[in-house]
Structures are given as C-alpha cells and as structure tokens.
C-alpha cells in the first residue's frame, strides 16, 4: 500500500514538472558547478539542436578559456562548445559522436589535453539517456529542480555576484599565486612522444571534419605576458604548425597588443572577453571578405 | 586467518612497502608498486576471518555454521563470502550473522516495504546527496584549496563530512535493500552517526559492521578493558589505527585512526577520572554533540588529502584566507544538498514526538526521493569506500 501510494504520488509529480518545463520559457543560467556547465552545454548540442540548424552553426571548440567568449556577440549562429576543464578534443569528438555537421569548427590552440572522452558526455550518448532526455525535457541537466531555484536567486542577484567576481580579481597576492602555479606547470614540457600521439588523433579528427566539408578555423586566446613563452605554450604552438602547416589549414592572427586583463593569467577577465569576442568577430569578417 | 590477512597485506599494502622501503622505479619496488589491488578485497578478507574464527569458536551461536555434510558446508561458505550486493563496500558479514540464514528462499516471504525504502534511501542519499555534493568538494585538492576564502573552506570541509556518511551509508542502505530482495537481513551498517555526543557512541553508529568486527575480533582478542586501565588505552589505540589503516595504503589513514584511537581513549580517561554526566537533550549535550561532529568533520580531510603537509595546509589557509571573497552560490548549494542528511539526523532525533504523524506521511517523503532521484541526480561518481 506504501508503496503503491509512493509511486502514483512520484508520477504525479514528474508529470507537473513535466508540464511546467514545457510551459515555461526559462532564460536564466541553471548551472550549478563548472562540470554541469559543461554538460548542459553538451546536452543542449546532443538534445535540443536540430540536426538541420547546425548545417548553419559555427561551433566555438576548446578549453575554459573559450568559455570565456561570448556566442552572441560573434552573430546569430555561433555555439560555444568549449569545455571547462577539458580541452578542445572532447568538442571535436562529441561533434564527431554526434554525426552533426556545423558550417565551420573554430578549434582553440591552447590546450590539448586527455584524449579519452569525458564519461559523463558518453552517458549523454548512449541510446537510452537520447530517448528519455529528447522525450521528457525534466530529464536534462539543465532542469534539474535545484538547479532552477538557485539560478532563479542567482538571477536576481546577477550584479552583485559580478561584484564579488570583480573584487576577487582586484586581489593581486591571489593573482600572483595563480600565476606562478600557471607558470610552473607551463615550464614543465610535454615529452615529443606523447605530443606527436595526440597531435596524430587531432589531425585525423581535423581531416575528418575537412573531407566532411566542415570549414576548421584554428585560433590561439590571449593568455598573460608571463605565460606566453613558457615552454609548453612555445611546443604547442610549433606543434600546430607542425601537424597543420599554415598555407595548408587556416589560423586566425592573434592580438598585436596584450592588453587584456586576466583571473588568473589564463582565463580573460569578463570585460576582457568581450574585447577579444569583438577581435574575432573582426577577424572572421575579414577571413570571410577574403573569401 | 594468516592466509587471508597475507593475501590483503600482499595486495594492498605492498605500494605502501614500497614506496616506504624500497626505489619504485625498478626491482621489489616497481613490482610490489604495480601489483594490482583486487575489487572487495577488504570486505572479503575480513569476512574470510570471520568465517574461520566464528566455526572455530565453540559458541553456541555458532552451531549452524558447519553443516554435516561438506559438500553444503563449502557451498555455504562459498556463498557467505561472494555474496553480491555488499562485496565491494560492505557491510561486512560475519559468518554467524549470515550463515544461519542460507535457506530456500521464497517469494512470498520478501518484506517489499523494507527493501523499498532501504533502496530509495540509499539511492536518493548517493546520486542526490553524495553526487552532487562531490563536484563541489572537489577542491579539496592540492593546491585547488590555497585560493579560497576560510568560510569556503569550512563550507567545503563539512560538505565533505555530508557527501562521505551519503555515499557510504547509501552503499550500505542499497545493500541492505538489495539482499532484503534475496530473502536476507543484513547488519544496520549506519545509525544516525551525526547525532552522537561521545566518539565511543560515534563509533557504535559508524560502520557499525566494521566497528563490531574490530571489536570482536581484535579488541576483545588483544585483552579489552580486562587488563587493565593503561592497556584498555593501548589496546584502543592499536584497534583503531590498524582500523584506520583497513581503509587504505598510505600513513594519513593510519593517522586518522591515530586520532579516533586517542579520542576514544582520552574520552575514557576524563569519563574514568572526573565521572561527568550530561542529560541528553540539554544545551551541554548539544554542544557536545556540535563538538564530535566538528572534530570528526576534520578527520575526514586526511581521507581527501592523502599527504600529511596538505592537510596542515588547509589548516593554514582556513586561518590565513580570510580576506578572500567568498563564493556564496556555491556556499548555498552545499548547505542545500546537505540539508537532508541533517534533516534525517533531527527526524530520529524526534521520531518519538510525532510518531503518527511521521508514520502517515513517510510515502510522501519516499515519493520526493524518488523524483529528486529521477530528476536531480548529480553526475555519477564512484562510491568512496571503493578504493578501500
């Protein structure tokens, strides 16, 4: 009896929530921590893009510091599908999984992780989470219940977190702290081995994309002065040059001038990331003009 | 019994030989070091010990254990010991609990209630509690933590000591769940641990399997409180942080059995020389409550953070970041999904005030879980107590 009584009173209420996310026209950011950032990104691509639109899309691939640009200042058809914490091969295989195919793959420079598809995308894929999370819309992440709530409060308190982020960057000693992590991780160097291993898969995955008749764009983000020449940043550069020669693939030109302000001397500053958002916009128009 | 603690000191304390004794980068060193750890193997060691000692104790509990015939006797053990739902993270049996039990099983006798709500309730506690409090927690790393405030710190640190009791109690509770359906009963492994006032009661409420089985099998053996006051503290001492070493390879566990011991035995010294009593209930009773919660809280770091310097780190930077802004959402959102461990805390806590009232709507509670696991699981993360 218990139990019968536990189960009506669960569909009861999966129906309601049903019925309330289909009715409602949420805008505001759900996200709870960094990971359901990057899910709720992954789950919008696999779930709620038609297949049809994306023929139109640019897709924004690459790591948190991608993150950081804003799609809707590039134009109307821009996705950002730039993952924090992970790099730019877990967008390129997702598009990849997906069987989607976007007008053109900007594909970000400055981070080439783990070449092993994060878990939590592959349970995005699989046959049975597709079926239920298209089906029922309360399934996906980005409506989770709490998720709603608290974004809702943090909607409404949206200036006075941009304060907060704001003062937290005014601390310099924390800056500094950052920055000579960054730097000492930066200096350590990736064995050619290991290097030439991913580099190998990026270039299959790229030629995938290139035979499909997707357009790559390569692009490399502002990082801090400091950072610029370390020698991880210095190999990976030679290492896209290397594996993706200039005349052959195309790259964006960065910044001439570094005057960017960062979190951490990784990651642009919100203001920051506007400023370069507005630079490739820049940067596309003329790709496209020359075109 | 030196069979099966030989197998578990080969398998999972051999990286520990290693890197303490030995070059990891070649001969005894890299071989120990890369000697592949066994899933279960703990449980199922110990549950080994149990089934020799409990038939070789002449107890009369114990007269089941050994049936004539041999062929059931080694089918039966067999059994006690593969057994499923709890092999990787426990309970752990003890072979006079479970044996008597192996029976012909019918469908008919199965209490679906109780295994119900022992699986919504281990379900909700680890894909709602546990999982999502992980991914907040997560920077309880090295050097992730040296850039947060103190009041981020503290948050994260009791979000752990919620995320920790969620995901195992939630193990032991789906176990308990999932043997009910096979027609067994299985020990409580959990009871309500946060409520206790003294480490000794913390210790009769936390993985009770395991604090029964240590104290069974190696406290009474090593004398107990029969010889003695000084000996009853090493005797506590030496338990606990062999306890403490059953969770893992590395010396921080033995740390924290280290400080669980020495709190067990300072406890029974200041109760054995100044006889205080606090009426359970008052301010004093709660505050001390507050003070085991707080202490164990802290214990649970050396359990994130394997090396010993870090872990004084993290005691430096909750003293030294106070300046630093405060991520309140994040702040908010542990404090939400801890808030149902501490409410299944105060309701046994009230379970007398309003036993009828509680009884009525129990299906609307499970009914909550069960939506909140459809729709707010957070993303799938291994159980804790895996790795032991």
């Given at each position: 009896?218990m139990?019968?009584?536990s189960?009506?009173l669960t569909?009861?209420l999966?129906?309601?929530f049903e019925?309330?996310?289909?009715l ?11 990971k ?8 919008n ?10 023929g139109?899309d640019t897709?924004?691939i690459?790591s948190?510091?991608s993150r950081?640009l804003?799609p809707?200042s590039?134009?109307?058809h821009y996705v950002n599908?730039?993952f924090n914490g992970?790099s730019s091969y877990?967008?390129?295989?997702l598009?990849?999984?997906?069987r989607k195919?976007?007008a053109?793959i ?12 994060q878990?939590?995308m592959?349970?995005s894929?699989r ?5 239920t999370n298209?089906?029922f819309k309360s399934?996906?992440l980005?409506n989770q219940?709490i998720?709603?709530?608290?974004g809702y409060?943090?909607n409404?308190m949206?200036?006075?977190i ?5 003062k937290?960057?005014?601390n310099?000693a924390?800056?500094?702290?950052n920055?000579?992590?960054?730097k000492?991780?930066?200096w ?8 030439d291993?991913k580099?190998?898969v990026l270039?299959?995955?790229?030629n995938?994309?290139r ?7 390569f692009f ?6 400091e950072?610029?020449n370390?020698a991880?940043?210095?190999k990976?550069?030679k290492y ?7 005349g052959?693939y195309?790259?964006?030109?960065g910044p ?17 990331a ?8 820049q940067?596309?128009?003329?790709l496209n003009?020359?075109n | 019994?030196?069979?099966?603690l030989?197998i578990l000191c080969f398998?999972?304390?051999s990286p520990?030989i290693a ?7 070649r001969g005894v060193?890299f ?11 703990s449980?199922f060691?110990f549950e080994g010990?149990s089934?020799?000692v ?15 015939s041999f062929l059931t006797?080694?089918r039966?053990s067999?059994?006690?010991i593969?057994?499923f739902?709890?092999l ?5 049996l003890?072979?006079h609990d479970f044996?008597p039990?192996i ?6 006798n199965?209490?679906w209630?109780y295994?119900f709500?022992?699986l919504?309730?281990g379900y909700?506690?680890?894909l709602?509690?546990?999982?999502n409090l992980?991914?907040?927690?997560s920077?309880l790393?090295?050097?992730g ?9 503290v948050?994260?640190?009791l979000g752990y000591s919620f995320q920790?009791?969620s995901d195992?109690?939630?193990y032991?509770s789906?176990a308990?769940?999932?043997a ?5 009963r299985l020990m ?7 409520i206790?006032a ?12 395991l604090s029964?089985f240590l104290k ?5 053996p090593?004398g107990g ?6 000996r009853t503290?090493?005797n506590l001492a030496?338990?606990?942080i ?5 969770h893992?390879?590395?010396?921080s566990?033995?740390v924290?059995?280290?400080f669980?011991g ?7 010294l200041?109760?054995?020389?100044f006889?205080?009593?606090i ?7 709660t505050?001390?409550?507050?003070f085991?919660?707080?202490?164990v ?5 050396l359990?994130?953070?394997p090396?010993?310097?870090?872990v004084?780190?993290?005691f430096k930077a909750i003293?030294?970041n106070?300046g630093?802004?405060?991520?309140y ?6 404090c939400?999904?801890?808030l149902?461990v ?6 046994y806590?009230c379970r ?6 509680y009884?009525?709507r129990?299906?609307?509670?499970y009914?909550?879980?069960?939506f909140?696991?459809?729709t707010?699981s957070g993303?799938?993360?291994t ?6």
């Open positions: 009896m139990i019968r009584r189960l009506i569909a009861v999966l129906i309601l019925a309330f996310i289909r409602s026209d949420i805008k505001w950011d759900t996200s709870q921590n960094d359901a950032i990057n899910l709720i990104s992954a789950q691509f696999i779930y709620n893009l038609p297949d049809n639109e994306v139109m897709l924004i690459g948190s510091i950081k804003l809707d590039l134009g109307e599908l730039a992970w877990d967008g390129l295989e598009v990849r999984l997906t195919k976007p053109c900007m594909v970000e420079m400055n981070i080439v992780g783990n070449q092993i598809l878990q939590d592959v349970s894929l046959p049975l989470s597709y079926y298209t089906t399934f996906q980005r219940p998720g709603l709530m608290v409060f943090k409404l949206k200036n006075k941009e304060e907060q982020k704001k937290k960057r005014e310099l924390l800056y500094k702290f920055l000579q992590l960054e000492k991780k930066l350590q160097t990736i064995p050619d081995s290991v290097l291993a580099f190998t270039k299959s995955m790229i995938h994309f035979r499909e008749n997707i357009n790559v764009i490399e983000a502002p990082i801090d002065e950072l610029e370390t991880t940043v210095v990976l550069r896209f040059h290397l594996y993706f020669p200039v052959q195309t790259y964006l030109p001439k001038i570094n005057n960017f302000s960062y979190s951490d001397g990784f990651h642009l500053t919100a203001e920051s506007v400023v370069y958002t507005l630079y490739l916009k940067q596309l128009n003329d003009n020359v | 019994m030196v069979i099966n030989g398998f999972k304390y520990l890197t303490s004794l030995f070059d990891t980068t060193g071989f120990l070091l890369t000697i592949p750890l066994p899933i279960g193997i449980f060691t010990i089934l020799v409990d038939t070789y104790r002449d107890d009369p509990k114990t007269q089941r254990l050994v049936n004539p006797h080694i039966n067999f059994f006690f593969i057994f739902p709890h990787v993270s426990g309970p752990i003890k072979a044996i039990q029976d012909r099983k019918l469908f008919k199965i209490d209630e295994c709500k022992a919504v309730t909700f506690l680890k709602v509690v546990a999982d992980k991914d907040f927690t920077s790393i090295y050097p933590f040296m850039t947060l405030s103190s009041f981020t710190l948050a994260m640190l920790i009791f195992f109690a939630g032991s789906i308990l769940g999932l009910g359906l096979f027609g067994y409580q492994n959990f009871n309500f641990p946060y206790s003294s480490f000794s009661e913390f210790w009769r409420r936390w993985h009770i399997s029964t069974e099998y190696l406290y009474f090593l409180n029969r010889k003695g006051k000084v503290y090493i030496v338990t606990m062999l306890g403490g070493l059953w893992g390879a590395a010396w566990y033995a924290w059995g280290a669980h020495l709190a067990l035995a300072l406890e029974r200041l109760n054995d020389r006889k205080i009593k009426r359970p209930g008052s301010f004093f009773y505050i001390k409550t507050l085991v919660f707080s202490l809280s802290l214990a649970w770091l359990f994130k953070l090396n010993f310097s870090q004084i780190m993290y003293v030294a106070r630093y802004v405060t991520n959402v994040s702040i908010l959102l542990i939400i999904y801890s149902p501490i409410l299944y805390h105060i309701a806590l007398n005030i309003t036993p009828v009232f009884r009525k129990e299906f609307a509670m009914s909550m879980m069960l909140l696991i459809i707010n993303t799938p993360g159980f804790i107590y895996f790795q032991f």
